[in-house]
């Protein structure tokens, strides 16, 4: 199973990024998929998760309006569109699935890849 994160990188405030997510090893249309960040000292947090279908979206109030998480389950590939950045985006991005579902809770995603870096100067 492999995760593989990428796009993230240096940003002003302000402008956008678009990270991806590969997913190999495993059946994708079968899983739900999330994005967490861990900003340097603090925990990993939740920024959105899409269902295996895609019909439905879920984000944290801090990225609502700002972020879009979508996918391509013919590409195996999940992405999320950040607009908008802010100096509190800068992080360390973490791609999950999840299998059937599609949650804000870390603990219940099986797979995970190893991050990417995204940051945000003011």
């Known amino acids: 199973v492999q995760l593989q994160a990428s796009g993230g990188g240096l940003v002003q405030a302000g402008g956008s990024l678009r990270l991806s997510c590969e997913a190999s090893?495993?059946?994708?249309?079968?899983?739900?998929m999330g994005w967490f960040r861990q900003a340097p000292g603090k925990g990993r947090e939740f920024v959105a998760a899409?269902?295996?279908?895609?019909?439905?979206?879920y984000y944290a109030d801090s990225v609502k309006g700002r972020f879009t998480i979508s996918r391509d389950n013919a590409r195996n590939t999940v992405y999320l569109q950040m607009d908008d950045l802010e100096f509190e985006d800068t992080a360390v991005y973490y791609c999950?699935?999840?299998?059937?579902?599609?949650?804000?809770?870390?603990?219940?995603?099986?797979?995970w890849g190893p991050g990417t870096l995204v940051t945000v100067s003011s």
């Open positions: 090893g495993f059946d994708f249309s079968d899983y739900g």
């Open positions: 899409i269902t295996w279908s895609g019909d439905s979206t």
């Open positions: 999950a699935a999840q299998r059937g579902l599609a949650t804000r809770t870390p603990d219940w995603y099986n797979y």
